[in-house]
């Protein structure tokens, strides 16, 4: 697995990990980040993506929220929700093709939360790009 692709991952677990436990971002990345060795380039990536999503998690969630329809937020998994959120603010960077996030995240969704989260998730997030909102 790429650098970026295991630093999504972290970022996705730091996500899940701080809005399960209650705990603030930083204290999820710890924990993460000791578990195994990873290259600083993996860890510096997932710790400006993971902080950036959970900075601006009430702006993500009302994104979720318009264009989950018929899909209350609190029904959505947090794991779905970690993978959205991190996906939405990275697509917001700009810094990454929105083919690349949107296959990331399908492939987390795919891994962590199974198939039909896979397609909730592309389906949200392709309706975003579509839109034009990053």
């Not at 380039?41 to 264009?67: C, P, Q, S, V």
């Not at 960077?93 to 198939?115: C, D, F, H, R, W």
């Amino acid at each position: 697995m790429g650098k970026r692709s295991t630093a999504r991952r972290l970022a996705m677990q730091a996500l899940f990990q701080a809005d399960l436990a209650k705990i603030e971002v930083e204290a999820a990345l710890k924990n993460i980040s000791e578990a195994e060795n990873f290259i600083p380039e993996t860890l510096d990536f997932a710790g400006r993506l993971a902080r950036a999503a959970w900075g601006e998690r009430e702006r993500l969630d009302m994104i979720i929220k318009d264009l989950a329809i018929d899909w209350p937020l609190d029904r959505i998994g947090k794991v779905d929700r970690s993978i959205l959120r991190l996906a939405l603010q990275e697509l917001n960077m700009g810094e990454t093709p929105a083919s690349v996030v949107i296959n990331e995240a399908v492939e987390l969704a795919k891994k962590y939360a199974g198939e039909d989260a896979a397609k909730f998730i592309n389906g949200i997030l392709g309706t975003y790009v579509r839109r034009g909102e990053s």
